[in-house]
């Protein structure tokens, strides 16, 4: 299986960017699909996760508002939307496909190579 992001870019805060994971190799709507970010020097975090069948969502409490996830089946793609884009967002954007128990990702089966943002001010 292959996850392939696309749609990063650099911004001003305030604007928006919508990223795609473009998934290979099984289906989308079969796996927790999660998407992660990392910021220069910090440590990897989950930013939002699409659960599979239902397609139930969760995004981390300090992005919601902000941030949305959904999954178009026929295109077997993910996507992050992401609004007033602050700096702080500024990090490598990676998706990831695995199992998700509660609120995260507790095993990753597959990484995206990742995406950068860059959100000035």
């Known amino acids: 299986a292959q996850l392939v992001e696309s749609g990063g870019g650099s911004v001003q805060g305030g604007g928006s960017l919508k990223l795609s994971c473009l998934v290979a190799g099984y289906r989308v709507s079969h796996t927790c699909i999660s998407w992660f970010r990392q910021a220069p020097g910090k440590e990897r975090e989950g930013v939002a996760h699409?659960?599979?069948?239902?397609?139930?969502?969760y995004v981390t409490d300090s992005l919601k508002g902000r941030f949305a996830i959904s999954r178009d089946n026929d295109k077997n793609t993910a996507y992050l939307q992401m609004n007033g884009l602050k700096p702080e967002d500024t990090g490598m954007y990676y998706c990831?496909?695995?199992?998700?128990?509660?609120?995260?990702?507790?095993?990753?089966?597959?990484w995206g190579q990742g995406t950068q943002v860059s959100v000035s001010s």
């Open positions: 699409i659960y599979p069948a239902t397609g139930s969502t």
């Open positions: 990831a496909a695995g199992v998700c128990q509660g609120w995260k990702m507790s095993k990753v089966d597959y």
